[in-house]
């Protein structure tokens, strides 16, 4: 997950440097081979489900549906990028959500209109619909 975001710094993508986050802690897998083999997870993907399982109470990101897939079969639990959005906003973390989703949408995280229109619904960010 580090060096997808670093590979995605040095092409000039507008991602944070991780070492400059106090909040964040980044920590490798003890063992990337306690999951089931399934050959077309991404190493990003890979890590976070090798640390969900080694870290009690853990809840994985996950956007990809095959990552997905592999946490319901290990019993994690996971929310999307946009679901962690949204507890951002509830807990006052975020103002708003729209600008966010347009930010995302230009790094090239595409969301269908009916998903940004409901996820922008439960934000209350729709008014007079």
Do not use: C, N, Y
């Not at 507890?87 to 966010?100: I, T």
């Not at 009916?114 to 619904?121: C, G, H, I, N, Q």
């Amino acid at each position: 997950m580090v060096d997808e975001i670093a590979a995605g710094r040095a092409l000039g993508v507008d991602l944070p440097d991780l070492s400059g986050l106090d909040w964040v802690a980044v920590r490798s897998p003890a063992a990337a081979s306690v999951l089931p083999l399934v050959t077309d997870l991404g190493p990003g993907e890979t890590e976070v489900l090798a640390l969900a399982l080694e870290v009690p109470g853990a809840v994985a990101i996950l956007d990809d549906g095959l990552a997905r897939q592999a946490a319901k079969i290990t019993g994690i639990p996971v929310i999307g990028t946009l679901g962690l959005l949204l507890e951002a906003k509830r807990s006052g973390l975020v103002e708003a959500l729209e600008p966010l989703l347009d930010h995302l949408d230009a790094l090239g995280f595409r969301v269908s209109a009916s998903t940004r229109a409901a996820v922008l619904d439960l934000a209350g960010e729709r008014a007079g619909i």
